[in-house]
């Protein structure tokens, strides 16, 4: 089977990489093993960890830094364009050009976000709190929502919390057994009629307040159920983000790849890249462990596996490599180097990942491949948790990278 890009890797690089090259009239396939980051995502794409304006942040990045090797300008100018690009897969993101705001954790506290989900509390870049009083509702028997420590953190900022607990008959069975209490399970639950009896129970609890805080257990697949629930309240509603699963993630994840296949590009879900066809300095095809007797070829590849998290990146006790081709990978060669015993230090290993040159492009024991590019985490040269970029290295590179693929530079 021949395509013009074949991804491999289907979490927010992969598919973003994807929306851009299909968009653009390139016929795509990707390939993706299973879970991704975003089945664990906070509700905010973070850029950089500077609390108000990034640019000037930005240009004190290292030069190893991906947003340094594209360029402070075309950093910024990709940037730019992401909310609209979200939107043409029906996800609505709320941010200030050039400027971070504030999400709120789980924990209560506030921590630097450039784009943040529609419908997910956030504070301005100023860090004035939007209410003086919230009604902090959590579902009985939730136990990956801690509203204890959320009501702990916002009473510091000023806000006054009142604790709310939502009883729902249709929840019942999900309680009889801790393991069925999931954010997903729940998200499945909190459906139809029963949003009606939800919304009477958060209006009664919550009248007097500015606004109702939910744990963001509603809407799987879009966000339908969610405005539903608005939509019968006079008081504002806005969900903070739960422990994992993440259900704004999964579904930023269905949506993105929904967009993906309605421009007509083919997803292989469950599948896992295992050899490639190597011709020269140029990958010619792959295999997949489910199609083991058939190769799929195309013009260009994208390298977006992960970092560690999703193996796309592993560690033997003597090496680290790139697990899908053997590729060139940026890491300190002495173990007791890739690491700091303290664990909130910035740890090195973060940085490490696929080399490449000024295009993206990786390379095979010092040899640039001509047509197969990396992007996203599985990238080297910088810490997503320290630098608080991880989802804007994901996005901007792989819209650079697709940029490069579909106009030829
Ligand atoms: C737990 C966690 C939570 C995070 N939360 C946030 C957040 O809230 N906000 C933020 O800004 N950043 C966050 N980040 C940073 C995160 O890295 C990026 O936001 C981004 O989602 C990473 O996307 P990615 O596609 O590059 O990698 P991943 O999300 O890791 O996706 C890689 C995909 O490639 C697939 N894959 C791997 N090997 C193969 C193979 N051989 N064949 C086929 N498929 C393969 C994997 O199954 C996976 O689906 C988080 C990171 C982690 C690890």
């Not at 000037?56 to 594209?70: E, G, Q, V």
């Given at each position: 089977?021949?395509?013009?890009?074949?991804?491999?890797?289907?979490?927010?690089?992969?598919?973003?990489?994807?929306?851009?090259?299909?968009?653009?009239?390139?016929?795509?396939?990707?390939?993706?093993?299973?879970?991704?980051?975003?089945?664990?995502?906070?509700?905010?794409?973070?850029?950089?960890?500077?609390?108000?304006?990034?640019?000037?942040?930005?240009?004190?990045?290292?030069?190893?830094?991906?947003?340094?090797?594209?360029?402070?300008?075309?950093?910024?100018?990709?940037?730019?364009?992401?909310?609209?690009?979200?939107?043409?897969?029906?996800?609505?993101?709320?941010?200030?050009?050039?400027?971070?705001?504030?999400?709120?954790?789980?924990?209560?506290?506030?921590?630097?976000?450039?784009?943040?989900?529609?419908?997910?509390?956030?504070?301005?870049?100023?860090?004035?709190?939007?209410?003086?009083?919230?009604?902090?509702?959590?579902?009985?028997?939730?136990?990956?929502?801690?509203?204890?420590?959320?009501?702990?953190?916002?009473?510091?900022?000023?806000?006054?919390?009142?604790?709310?607990?939502?009883?729902?008959?249709?929840?019942?069975?999900?309680?009889?057994?801790?393991?069925?209490?999931?954010?997903?399970?729940?998200?499945?639950?909190?459906?139809?009629?029963?949003?009606?009896?939800?919304?009477?129970?958060?209006?009664?609890?919550?009248?007097?307040?500015?606004?109702?805080?939910?744990?963001?257990?509603?809407?799987?697949?879009?966000?339908?159920?969610?405005?539903?629930?608005?939509?019968?309240?006079?008081?504002?509603?806005?969900?903070?983000?739960?422990?994992?699963?993440?259900?704004?993630?999964?579904?930023?994840q269905l949506m993105l790849k929904a967009h993906f296949q309605s421009l007509g590009g083919t997803f292989l879900m469950g599948d896992t890249v295992n050899e490639g066809v190597f011709e020269g300095n140029q990958l010619k095809g792959i295999k997949t462990v489910n199609h083991a007797d058939m190769v799929f070829q195309a013009d260009n590849f994208i390298l977006a596996t992960g970092?560690?998290?999703?193996?796309?990146?592993?560690?033997?006790?003597?090496?680290?490599?790139?697990?899908?081709?053997?590729?060139?990978?940026?890491?300190?060669?002495?173990?007791?180097?890739?690491?700091?015993?303290?664990?909130?230090?910035?740890?090195?290993?973060?940085?490490?990942?696929?080399?490449?040159?000024?295009?993206?492009?990786?390379?095979?024991?010092?040899?640039?491949?001509?047509?197969?590019?990396?992007?996203?985490?599985?990238?080297?040269?910088?810490?997503?948790?320290?630098?608080?970029?991880?989802?804007?290295?994901?996005?901007?590179?792989?819209?650079?990278?697709?940029?490069?693929?579909?106009?030829?530079?």
């Amino acid at each position: 089977m021949k395509f013009d890009s074949i991804i491999i890797g289907g979490g927010l690089t992969g598919l973003v990489a994807g929306i851009s090259l299909q968009s653009k009239g390139k016929k795509c396939l990707i390939v993706s093993a299973g879970q991704s980051a975003l089945h664990f995502f906070s509700g905010s794409f973070e850029l950089c960890s500077a609390p108000g304006d990034y640019e000037d942040a930005l240009a004190t990045l290292p030069s190893s830094h991906p947003y340094s090797r594209m360029g402070v300008a075309r950093t910024l100018e990709l940037a730019s364009g992401v909310k609209d690009f979200f939107l043409s897969s029906s996800i609505k993101l709320s941010g200030e050009d050039k400027r971070n705001h504030f999400r709120i954790t789980p924990m209560g506290v506030l921590k630097p976000a450039w784009l943040t989900l529609d419908g997910y509390a956030s504070v301005p870049s100023d860090r004035k709190m939007p209410w003086k009083k919230v009604l902090v509702a959590n579902v009985g028997g939730f136990l990956d929502f801690h509203s204890d420590f959320l009501m702990a953190g916002l009473e510091k900022e000023g806000v006054e919390c009142i604790p709310y607990i939502i009883n729902i008959p249709e929840l019942d069975r999900l309680r009889t057994n801790p393991t069925e209490m999931r954010s997903t399970n729940i998200a499945r639950a909190l459906t139809g009629n029963v949003l009606c009896e939800l919304a009477s129970q958060l209006s009664k609890a919550g009248a007097g307040c500015d606004a109702i805080l939910l744990p963001a257990v509603l809407g799987l697949n879009d966000p339908e159920n969610a405005n539903s629930l608005k939509a019968r309240m006079d008081i504002p509603v806005e969900f903070v983000a739960t422990l994992p699963p993440s259900v704004p993630g999964i579904r930023t994840q269905l949506m993105l790849k929904a967009h993906f296949q309605s421009l007509g590009g083919t997803f292989l879900m469950g599948d896992t890249v295992n050899e490639g066809v190597f011709e020269g300095n140029q990958l010619k095809g792959i295999k997949t462990v489910n199609h083991a007797d058939m190769v799929f070829q195309a013009d260009n590849f994208i390298l977006a596996t992960g970092s560690f998290f999703s193996r796309g990146i592993k560690a033997s006790s003597t090496e680290v490599f790139e697990s899908v081709f053997g590729l060139d990978v940026d890491y300190t060669e002495e173990r007791p180097q890739w690491y700091s015993p303290d664990v909130f230090e910035k740890q090195p290993y973060m940085e490490f990942g696929v080399r490449t040159d000024d295009k993206f492009r990786v390379s095979r024991d010092g040899n640039v491949l001509s047509n197969v590019y990396a992007a996203g985490s599985v990238l080297s040269g910088f810490n997503g948790l320290k630098d608080g970029c991880g989802a804007g290295v994901s996005i901007l590179t792989a819209l650079d990278v697709a940029d490069r693929i579909a106009n030829g530079f």
